[in-house]
């Protein structure tokens, strides 16, 4: 992959952020790997959207060293290189304090399935990491962010659920590409917005039932999936 490339998928990543109305100010980050090399691309820390540039972004090796860029990473790039070490198949991170999907981490609730818009893109409901301990919060914050999301997927395939609420902070999502990252963002905004409203509507109302789910989860994803266009 041209490093080049990767800079403007990034740059397009974090833009898409912003166009979706899901960061305010400087809040929120994306990032994309370069599996071949080694390397991460990433947001710079605290430089305004409007005023971003390819060459503004920073790119980093697997263990955080910068390669290329002036400015400082993102603060979160430890948890980004976190995921992308345990979750081998991810091409992309996106990280953003969007409104309702933060509402439900700030809950400490996980989002139940309530209707095939979620079923669509999570397979069962959005899950939610444990708290932070105070000596994790202490020491290696951003580290040990990453290590809670990556202990609530073991056993599991992280691109069927492609993101996950961090406890008392806010959603942390991936995909194949920078582009698919920022694009689950989204979608989980709107799934944990769609969440909110229906349990408005009816406290009572239920996740939709397995077959549902499976149906709709399967139309898109594994070996049999036959929605889009081959
Ligand atoms: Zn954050």
Redesign the pocket.
Known sequence: MKLGVLRQEVLEANLELVRRGLVLYT???ASGIARDEGLVVIKPSGVPYEKMKPEDLVITDLDGKIIEGILRPSS?LPTHLILYRAFAGIGGVA???SRHATAWAQAQKEIPCLGTTHADYFHGPVQLTKPLTPKEIRSGYEVNTGHAIVRRFKNQQPLHSPGIL?AD??PFCWGTTPADAAHNAVILEEIAAMALETIAANPKASSVSKHLHEKHFSRKHGSTAYYGQK
């Open positions: 809040f929120g980050n979160d990280h953003t304090h961090v902070h806010g």
